[in-house]
């Protein structure tokens, strides 16, 4: 095992993924938006996505709300300030998103109790899954689609509210705490696959999409300080530093998984709910060298 370790190490040697990645667009809602048409592509300003919803209410539909004294939520180099939502109207409806390129979508909401979630990538198998007018209108609501296990896969879905990573299939709810829960949910996406977020029974309260591009590999930068930590590691990394430092910790695609202020005197970081495999540790201000981890 340390031995394939070691050849990792090997591989990865003198080059590390930069995590920082081309930021393709952020939407935020804002509350004022009017009725939003079925089938019609939302106005998002994000390059290089496609954001359509299957609400066909033709009166109360999807529309904006304010939400006063939402919290603020940062993730990954995003602040979610808004406190403003879009909601539909009709039980079931759901989200559809379809980029043209490889990258990481990061969808932020405000979720009820007890709301059965989904997350689905649409497989070939799935009615209009290239054509998202058709598929809105045909297939409108996600009991439509998560009926029909050969329709779609189940891609990992990181929830930053308890860092952790799980998939979601419309028959397990994200959200059993009784109080509204605001979280940013992340998850890699392929180009031209089609994506698909809602709630089964209910609707899903979206307070904004981000969509970022991988950079891939970049050298290690020469002009910034570094702090240490131990190879491989297991359950818990140790990080030495000589001051605070926020850090994250990424997988190879650039997905954020966890972050932390550590500090010289509580440098221990929890990576028990991580899977074995090769991460990068970043400062999250950009000041440190990124770091290799190896998790077994």
């Known amino acids: 095992m340390k ?10 040697c003198g080059v590390l993924i930069s995590v920082s990645a081309f930021a393709q667009g952020t ?24 954001v359509m919803h ?19 939520v ?18 079931g409806m759901y989200y559809a998103l379809r980029p043209t390129s490889n990258g990481v979508i990061q969808v932020s909401g405000k979720m009820g109790n007890n709301k059965a979630t989904f997350f689905l990538q649409l497989t070939t198998d799935c ?23 050969a329709y779609f896969t189940l891609p990992q879905v990181f929830n930053s509210s308890d860092n952790t990573t799980n998939t979601w299939d419309g028959t397990v709810s994200l959200n ?7 979280t940013v949910m992340t998850f890699n996406v392929t180009a031209n696959t089609t994506y698909l977020f809602g709630v089964n029974g209910s609707k899903f309260m979206l307070r904004g999409i981000s969509y970022k591009l991988s950079t ?6 020469a002009n910034k300080k570094s702090f240490s930590l131990q190879n491989p590691a297991k359950g818990n990394v140790i990080l030495k530093v ?13 997905v954020l998984l966890s972050q932390k202020l550590v500090s010289p005197t509580d440098n221990n970081v929890d990576i028990s709910r991580l899977v074995s495999g090769v991460y990068f540790v970043k400062d999250m201000n950009n000041a440190y060298k990124t770091q290799k981890l190896i998790i077994e």
């Open 74 to 91: 940062t993730y990954d180099g995003v602040t979610w300030d808004n406190e403003a939502i879009i909601q539909g109207s009709t039980n």
């Open 176 to 182: 059993t705490t009784g109080a509204n829960l605001y």
């Open 216 to 221: 891939g590999i970049a050298p290690l930068s």
């Open 27 to 50: 939407w935020k809602a804002t509350g004022t938006e009017v009725l939003m048409p079925v089938s019609t592509a939302i106005t998002t300003g994000i390059t290089g996505l496609t």
């Open 242 to 254: 000589n001051e605070s430092v926020k850090i994250g910790i990424y997988n190879t695609v650039g």
């Open 3 to 12: 031995k394939n370790y070691k050849k990792m190490l090997s591989i990865l």
């Open 127 to 149: 009615p209009d899954n290239a054509d998202l007018v058709a598929l809105t209108t045909n297939l409108s609501t996600g009991g439509a689609i998560t009926g029909t296990p």
């Open 54 to 72: 299957s609400d066909a209410d033709a009166t109360t539909g999807v529309i904006g709300k304010t939400d006063t004294g939402a919290p603020t």
